[in-house]
């Protein structure tokens, strides 16, 4: 299993960033995909998440602000953040439950300035 992120970087606080989210080495469609992300000094939390094939879950702090989304053809995972905040600044992961076993990728760092 392989997973690697991308689109992370530097955005001012209200903007937008989309994360993807590479995959391969798994049968895609038998994963339940979801995020999390690790803030400085802090542990690492679930953000967004597939519980089941057509339901989603957030975790309070982005509601209404992030959604994840897959493209079953790419073998991609998305995470759409819109509305920013210093907060949310933190080393976001993608990751997979596959067969049992959770799988992570290394990460995409995103910081969220005032």
């Known amino acids: 299993v392989k997973l690697v992120e991308s689109g992370g970087g530097l955005v001012q606080a209200g903007g937008s960033l989309r994360l993807s989210c590479t995959t391969s080495?798994?049968?895609?469609?038998?994963?339940?995909m979801k995020w999390s992300r690790q803030a400085p000094g802090k542990e690492r939390e679930l953000v967004a998440g597939f519980i089941s094939v057509l339901r989603t879950t957030y975790a309070d702090s982005v509601k209404g602000r992030f959604t994840i989304s897959t493209d079953n053809a790419k073998k991609m995972i998305y995470l759409q953040m819109n509305n920013l905040q210093p907060e949310d600044t933190g080393v976001y992961y993608c990751g997979i439950r596959h067969r049992g076993r959770d799988y992570w990728g290394q990460g995409t760092q995103v910081t969220v300035s005032s």
């Open positions: 080495g798994f049968i895609f469609q038998n994963a339940l």
